[in-house]
Each structure stands twice: as structure tokens, then as C-alpha cells.
Nanobody, 122 residues
């Protein structure tokens, strides 16, 4: 099993930055793919970014490309989501999740964190 804990959310003005952290325990992050997802009120949970367990392969949704960067620190067993140039439409609860394969399909993610709220004011 993998336990995931997100942190780093908060309230920020449009154009600002936040860095989210996803601390893993139970398994090393190099053995799983870690994805970030978000869910805004009354909307379905959507894919944001993913980083593969091995190598440096990453992939981001078009809506965040050029603004968000996913990375990992194996020594800390933690994955980060650096979010720059934030927009009000980025407001959502952000979740990290673990999958055995590096995919966008949300149904293939077995383990989820509790989420962290990101609010971007205009």
C-alpha cells in the first residue's frame, strides 16, 4: 500500500505561485507513477500532471502546460507540483494519487491523498 499526504495549498492572488507537496510512505515513489488531479465545485475530478516512477518522464494537461511543473525528490519520497501564473480557474481541491503505470486514466489510480485546497482570487 501507499499512503499519500498533500500539503502546500492556500489562498493566492491571480498571477501568484504555490508549491504543492505529496509525501509518500509505504512504497518508494520510484516504484509508482504519481499524478496530480484537481476537482472544482460541481465539476468532475480532472487530470493535471503526472511523473513516471523511473526516469524523468512527465506529462501535463494542456490547461496547465507552461505554468505548472511536476517533479520529485526521491530522497524525501515526495513529489511536487510547482504552480506559477495561477488563475482563478485553477481554484480546486488538488489531489495526488499513485498508479502502477504512468497513465492519465483516473480509474487506474489505486491510492489517493486527502487533498489540499487551492484558491486563486481575481
Amino acid at each position: 500500500q501507499v499512503q499519500l499526504v498533500e500539503s502546500g495549498g492556500g489562498l493566492v492572488q491571480a498571477g501568484g505561485s504555490l508549491r504543492l507537496s505529496c509525501a509518500a510512505s509505504g512504497r518508494t515513489i520510484s516504484s509508482v507513477a504519481i499524478g496530480w488531479f484537481r476537482q472544482a465545485p460541481e465539476r468532475e475530478r480532472e487530470f493535471v500532471a503526472i511523473i513516471a516512477g523511473t526516469g524523468d518522464t512527465t506529462y501535463s494537461a494542456d490547461s496547465v502546460k507552461g505554468r505548472f511543473t511536476i517533479s520529485r525528490d526521491n530522497a524525501k519520497n515526495t513529489v511536487f507540483l510547482q504552480m506559477n501564473s495561477l488563475k482563478p480557474e485553477d481554484t480546486a481541491v488538488y489531489y495526488c494519487a499513485a498508479s502502477r503505470v504512468a497513465v492519465v486514466d483516473i480509474s487506474l489510480y489505486d491510492y489517493w491523498g486527502q487533498g489540499t485546497q487551492v484558491t486563486v482570487s481575481s
